[in-house]
């Protein structure tokens, strides 16, 4: 399974952004139960920004709150943090982290797994 993370660009204080992290691979199902998006800002130690749990239960970095949400749609094997009234104090990479299950067809047995996997960062910078 891999995680391509995506959405990160350019924007101007107060604007929005949507974060995409699609799991892709041979499996004949693949799954997210879990998502999580980190950031990390130069000179800074990475960061939870947010999770959703299977179940819908989500958590925000209270520097978020409000201003931030998290997301998961199955159908599309996919999570989202959609990010509105950036702040410059928000521009970081974004990283996303994901629990994903997987039903695969190996030598005619077919094989259950649930792995943490890290999609590769998209950078977000929000200027003044």
């Known amino acids: 399974v891999q995680l391509q993370a995506s959405g990160g660009g350019l924007v101007q204080a107060g604007g929005s952004l949507r974060l995409s992290c699609v799991a892709s691979?041979?499996?004949?199902?693949?799954?997210?139960?879990?998502v999580a998006w980190y950031r990390q800002a130069p000179g800074n130690q990475r960061e939870l920004v947010a999770t959703?749990?299977?179940?819908?239960?989500?958590t925000y970095a209270d520097s978020v709150k409000g201003r931030f949400t998290i997301s998961v749609d199955n159908a599309k094997n996919a999570g989202y943090l959609q990010m509105n009234s950036l702040k410059p104090e928000d521009t970081a990479v974004y990283y996303c982290?994901?629990?994903?299950?997987?039903?695969?067809?190996?030598?005619?047995?077919?094989?259950?797994?649930?792995?943490?996997?890290w999609g590769q960062g998209t950078l977000v910078t929000v200027s003044s």
């Open positions: 982290n994901a629990d994903v299950s997987t039903v695969t067809l190996v030598h005619d047995n077919w094989v259950a797994e649930r792995k943490n996997y």
């Open positions: 691979g041979t499996s004949s199902r693949i799954d997210i139960d879990a």
């Open positions: 959703i749990k299977s179940g819908g239960m989500v």
